[in-house]
């Protein structure tokens, strides 16, 4: 009898055992599911299930977090707040904990906000389409610029800069001690020289080739009075030429004209930024401080002043 109840007590806790396992794996394969549910995500896993529950308790508007949706763009924190009087602890969500990341929505709404860029046209020569003669000529940092973007006035005639012409002419006397006789064989050219300059190169050579070697009237550094186009004496062949570059005097004038305040204007591989063809006898006088710059960084007037 001792025996027979033992056994039917041991029979009876193993039902139970059983039973309890049973629950136990239900509540273990809710929970997975209810996990796998919410994306992988504990804490939203969590903040769901307190939604669902007070949704069922309160008959409210208990809000569930959208298992897809970016935590960034949902504004959960004050519906929740709605919903549920006492704030939750574990508030932060980790954008990383989630498995997919892409809201679908995030890519129409860009392209609808995008704002259509006005569109400059450049013409074959590097023009912007329609630019205009301005009133006024263009300092950018209190640097006087002329290129194909930012033309001079018509009426704007300063003639040939004096202290280029100081700087230039001690920059001479350096050279002559090297065994250079320097020249600026062109310098200042008036708005209406420079018409007839390219004009005759249009005529010449046609409009597009001559845009790749002469300014059309208004953006001519020459304007400025600041460009010195610098050759040697007795070596006129290398005048406006691009073997000037490869001669000593070429090379002497390319290694020191910054510490006279000049900047070759054209570098070679830059005819993007500066509109124009490489130009080894152009400088450009920028006074000391700036050329030496843009001499030991490799760089552009355009670029020094940040205006490609
Ligand atoms: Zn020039």
Redesign the pocket.
Known sequence: MMEFNRFNHNKKSNRTWIVLSIIVFIIVLAAGSWIGYNGWNVNRSIDNLVAVWNSENKGGEGEMIPTGGDPTETPEVPERQQAEPEPVPEAPKQPEEKPEVTPPQEKPSEDVKTPVQPEQTIDHGGYIEGVKIPKEPTYINGVLIANKKNPLPQDFAPGENKEAREAFDKMAAEAKLSGFELVAF?TYRSFDYQTTLYNRYVEKDGQEAADRYSARPGFS??QTGL?F?IGEKNFEQYWADSEFGNTPAGQWVAENAHKYGFILRYPEGKEEITGYMH?S??FRYVGEGIARDVYIKGITLEEYLNIQ
């Open positions: 062109s550094e020459h460009a186009d130009e006898w152009h």
